[in-house]
């Protein structure tokens, strides 16, 4: 008897431990721990890109243009440092959660308590009432304003305040590749025709026909053709690929803003027309939705977002319905423990 209730007791505290588990806390933006290695990725990207245009190509321009690609694709660079700084640093939480000044760890769901995080505009996990449009993010362990999806590569949520942020990054960036391919491709055109031309700055001189100088006009450093030809290529390719992905993203927030619907809308509204009727009680599925049906239809390209959800078929609104409109749904959401994936990744984000 004594070993059976011994059993029972130890019983008892494993369980007691399982659901005391320990507070996590919220993340206030993209800074804040843990940093993601797509981040670090999307500033390497762009440091080697703007130290190739500036340091390697720009200079091999002809003088009378020179200045004026300077100015365009300078401007350019630093406009989208600010934004792309901007959407990482706001913190997107709602305006509860930010009063609230992060000061606890938020609790672990309880799902013998809770059907959902949120219940009647309340997050049982900030502790906070919140609007009907906030989502509470699994990744940054918060209710986010207006929520349209996690980014890896901002590291921090996109909502209501600095989506404004992330869509001029997308589209700067977007035109920084441009102006670079066209850069790369007249150099390339002009090394092919008259490689002459691009040797118009007066140090060029007192060099032989096989020597480049990278780094003009100030840290002038003399290289061979081989060397400026592969720097090139290689710079084409990363800028071609940075591009499509960008340019990828920003027509999908374009087709976004004309259907007047956030990320997660969209995924969830092709979700619910993608899949046949749920039967009573709970179904768990795991979807990845692509676009290229709706580019086949005309529409934008296709744009990738991955996740995993649960329905519930008799619970009102967990996901808005097929053809609801923005900002319709209710404000109710699965718990984590039961798999609704509330963030979501964005191909470029
Ligand atoms: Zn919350
Ligand atoms: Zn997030």
């Known amino acids: 008897m004594d070993l059976c209730s011994q059993s029972q007791r130890g019983a008892l505290r494993e369980a007691s431990r399982k659901q005391a588990s ?4 919220s993340r206030v933006n993209g800074w804040s721990w843990p940093l993601h290695t797509f981040q670090a990725v999307a500033w390497i990207t762009l440091f080697i890109l703007a130290f190739a245009n500036f340091g390697i190509f720009v200079p091999l321009l002809p003088p009378d243009w020179n200045l004026v690609i300077y100015g365009v694709t300078g401007g350019l660079f630093c406009f989208h440092c600010v934004v792309h700084l901007l959407a990482i640093s706001i913190d997107p939480a709602e305006t509860n959660v930010r009063l609230k ?9 309880d799902p013998s308590k809770h059907t959902h995080v949120i219940e009647n505009q309340y997050c049982h996990l900030c502790e906070v ?33 600095n989506y404004r942020y992330f869509f001029c990054s997308l589209v700067s960036a977007s035109a920084s590749l441009l102006c670079l391919i066209t850069i790369l491709l007249y150099v390339f055109i002009q090394y092919s025709v008259n ?24 840290f002038p450093v003399k290289t061979k053709t081989l060397v400026v030809l592969g720097i090139g290529v290689f710079v084409l ?45 709970r ?22 977002v ?24 209710e404000g109710s959401q699965a718990a984590p423990g039961m798999r609704t994936e509330n963030a979501w990744d964005c191909l470029f984000d």
């Open 306 to 329: 991955s996740g995993s959800v649960s329905h519930h078929r008799h619970v009102p609104g967990e996901l808005p319905a097929a053809g609801e409109s923005r900002g319709a749904r």
């Open 195 to 218: 490689p002459e031309v691009l040797r118009s700055h007066p140090l060029y001189e007192d060099v032989s026909k096989d020597t480049w100088l990278l780094f003009l006009p100030l």
């Open 22 to 25: 320990p507070r996590r806390w």
């Open 237 to 281: 390719l990363l800028s071609a690929l940075s591009l499509l992905l960008l340019g990828h993203l920003l027509i999908f927030h374009l087709f976004l803003m004309f259907k007047k619907l956030s990320t997660y809308e969209y995924v969830t509204q092709n979700l619910h027309q993608k899949t046949p009727e749920v039967p009573a009680g």
């Open 101 to 109: 000044n992060y000061s606890e760890p938020v609790p672990t769901f």
């Open 129 to 161: 009432t919140v609007n009907k449009k906030a989502k509470h993010c699994r990744a940054c362990n918060k209710c986010v304003s207006d929520f349209d999806h996690h980014c890896k590569w901002l590291n921090n949520c996109v909502g209501g305040r």
């Open 283 to 304: 179904k768990e599925l795991s979807f990845k939705i692509s676009m290229p049906q709706r580019a086949a239809q005309g529409g934008p390209a296709a744009a990738e």
